[in-house]
């Protein structure tokens, strides 16, 4: 554990410390964010005394990242919620602008360093340590991802950046550098696997002993992680941030049942019902939409931001001595998809697929025909099968009633020839629309 005092500090003890940050986070919003006191005052709520403590935090109202987008002008084009003067930035990022054009992401030195020591212990969570050496595919452009850089460094790892898209750099920097980590995406890690398979290089007889995912989900999906662990012959791990939140906000540890909060004392959560906004206990087994809240931002703090993550809470225990409740992310709320009211993630879909290697590749694509969220049966569902095999109607129906007693859903399954789908350096869309 890269700092127990904190990691490990009773959950109890974690709450009344993010109390006090959290007040004084909102006397801070009210003093500098001409957005929030308007958002407050239209709740009616004029001053921080009105607005509680971190127990009363489900009364305020959500942030909506539309809400931000609207306050960009050319005059403040970073949006009316920054709090600190000009000279106090110290970097920018942008968004990718996947839902619209991108955003900026304003820091002070001091939310740089605050990121940066919530993405080393989520990192550090996964059994890396100093010494070591990783091997990162992430680009320090634009992008909050770059932030994550630093994370190595302070973790006291041998940090050699190849960067996205260079898979021939990637294998020959394994290969002779002899890493015992490398971070990646979920889609990039299962690509190279099928790379240094077609070319005969033995992954698995690697250096790499940790394979650490994060920028999509599918690192926490059993079926998934197995075909990533069997290819690499390495300990599979994920991280997970939120761009306008922090980079890296969670990671988990080696008992690989999920992330833990790596940014606490910065970052708040709460998980909601997304239909309704109806804040959630964060017990074991709750699952809906995170939501997450700065406590100790300068430049641009949040409050009850909405992530359109969909996650699931893991509340017991963990053998590894953190604290606090853990999360899995199961997909984006804007890709849920209600068949005849069942709620289906694509994910899922992908998982209970994976059960069926070596027959198939682990490559899914779900088409809805409808637009929008609801479904009717049968749900559209293509499987690529593995090298050298050949579909037959009998896994299809396997594949087909699997799908129907774990999803409880009607799927009409396509088997596809191997190579078929689309593999991607970056990240894959599991969802095919607009047919
Ligand atoms: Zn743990």
Partial sequence: MLEPEVEARPWEEQLVVDDESYRTQLAYLF?????????????????????????????????????????????????????????????????SGTTGSPSFVPLTAGDLENWVT???????????????????????????????????????????????????????????????AVVLTPSYAAHLAEVASERGIDLPGSSVERVLVAGEPGGGEPAFRAILEAGWGARVTEAMGVGDIGVSLWGECEEQDGMHLGARDFVHAEVIDPQSGAPLALEHGAEGELVLTHLRHRAAPLLRFRTRDHVVVRASPCPCGRTGPRIRCVGRTDDMLIVRGVNVFPSAVRDVVGAFVPEVSGQVLVRPRA??????????????????????????????????????????????????????????TLVERGR
């Fill in 371 to 428: 637009s929008g969220v609801k479904q009717e049966p049968p749900l559209s569902v293509r499987v690529e099968l593995a090298r050298g095999h050949t579909g037959d109607t009998r896994l299809a129906d396997a594949i087909r009633e699997r799908l129907r007693s774990v999803l409880v859903i009607q799927t009409e399954v396509e088997l596809v020839p191997w190579g078929t789908m689309k593999r991607s350096e970056y990240k894959s």
């Fill in 118 to 180: 919530g993405s080393a212990r989520s990192y550090a969570a996964s059994g890396v340590t100093a010494g070591q050496r990783i091997v990162s595919t992430y680009n320090a452009g634009p992008f909050v991802a770059g932030a994550a850089l630093a994370a190595f460094d302070r973790i006291g790892l041998c940090h050699i950046p190849v960067g996205t898209g260079n898979t021939e750099r990637l294998l020959r920097s394994i290969e002779s550098m002899r890493p015992e």
């Fill in 31 to 95: 003093e500098r964010s001409a957005f929030y006191r308007d958002k407050l005052a239209a709740e009616g709520i004029t001053a921080p005394s009105e607005a509680g403590g971190l127990g009363d935090i489900a009364q305020l109202p959500l942030t909506e990242k539309a809400e931000l987008r609207e306050t960009h002008t050319p005059e403040s084009p970073m949006g009316t919620h920054i709090c600190a003067e000009a000279a106090e930035i110290v970097r920018i990022y942008s968004t």
